[in-house]
């Protein structure tokens, strides 16, 4: 199932010699195949890929062999995705990845939606990938209902960005979950076209309209804000005038939880890091090759989620008073 390479080690009399690259009556190179998915993951070309196998081992690797070994990941992915979850996730934000798809010769757009939660521990945590055309009440009670089937009873909080039909769907599943416009999604939505010398001074003042204590003061904020910067980025104020109605709810909760969800930028190292990999990937070809790219990508990334988000204890006494009757035993 694979590429013959002769091998001719070198014979002496008393058996002492020991191959480093491949020991004795071993017939494959030592985690070949994680090498290749460990590239493939990083958004390696085919040919970079090749390239790289052939500098390391002195090998030239078909495309075939290739395409076959990360095809192995996909039995890897639907294990992964109908994996059981927890019960109650205090948190779960949805963000959507735009890529190009290769379908009848032409090429489409494909929203890939991800569900990032953090449980009561307070660790983030991916609950699943999905890949569709269109958004709606049907696909997001498709998803929720995924949801429920493996496990999950209650989400307190929500946080999207004006996903189409997602309000409905989940009220449908879980009707005591709040859903609220997410902080990270506007924040995110400000800066895109912020030149890089404002970026940082900008920041710090958007930072004054979602850290205020009340809607008034958020108010007073926002107005400040506009004052300052509308003559130079006067979208940015009028995009939070936009959407004040859903972002108001936002501050009627306790600082401690606001500040959990803000402060947690998975979602934005998640979107940054996915982007970094797939803007020299093209168009895919199936949905299965989106499918294996993000979930070896976020495999790699959730790696370096071994800490509870910050200020998680203080948050968690504040759920227990606003969530109370819901909190698991």
């Not at 395409?67 to 890897?76: H, K, L, R, W």
């Not at 948190?91 to 890529?99: E, G, Q, Y």
């Not at 960005?161 to 997410?182: H, N, R, Y």
Request: proline residues 4%; hydrophobic residues 40%; glycine residues 4%.
């Amino acid at each position: 199932d694979s590429e013959e390479v002769e091998l001719a080690p070198p014979r002496d009399r008393n058996g002492d010699f020991e191959p480093q690259l491949i020991p004795k009556r071993q017939k494959y190179f030592e985690g070949f195949n994680n090498k290749i998915i460990a590239m493939y993951a990083r958004g390696m070309s085919v040919r970079d890929m090749q390239g790289c196998l052939l500098e390391m081992y002195g090998v030239d690797v078909s495309e075939g062999l290739i395409s076959q070994t990360t095809e192995a990941v996909m039995d890897e992915v639907k294990a992964w995705q109908n994996r059981p979850l927890d019960e109650v996730y205090p948190i779960v934000f949805l963000d959507c990845i735009v890529v190009k798809s290769r379908e009848d010769g032409k090429v489409t757009n494909r929203s890939v939606y991800l569900a990032l939660g953090v449980n009561m521990d307070g660790h983030k945590e991916l609950l699943g990938i999905w890949i569709a055309k269109t958004e709606g009440a049907k696909f997001w009670l498709s998803v929720i209902t995924e949801l429920q089937n493996r496990g999950v009873k209650d989400i307190f909080i929500a946080c999207v960005d004006g996903l189409k039909g997602f309000p409905e769907a989940i009220e449908s599943v879980f009707p005591q979950t709040q859903v609220q416009l997410c902080i990270v999604h506007m924040i995110r939505n400000s800066i895109r076209y912020v030149n890089w010398k404002d970026r940082k001074q900008l920041c710090t003042d958007l930072k004054t309209i979602y850290t205020s204590a009340t809607e008034q003061q958020a108010e007073t904020a926002l107005e400040e804000f506009a004052q300052k910067w509308d003559e130079k980025y006067p979208t940015i104020s009028q995009m939070w005038r936009r959407h004040w109605e859903n972002v108001i709810p936002f501050f009627d909760y306790p600082a401690d939880i606001r500040k959990a969800i803000y402060t947690t930028n998975a979602i934005e190292s998640i979107n940054r890091s996915i982007r970094k990999i797939i803007k020299t990937k093209g168009a895919f070809p199936t949905d299965a090759s989106i499918m294996k790219i993000f979930y070896l990508a976020l495999e790699n990334i959730s790696k370096k989620w071994t800490m509870p988000i910050r200020c998680w204890k203080s948050a968690m006494n504040q759920f227990a008073i606003k969530f109370a009757g819901r909190m698991p035993l």
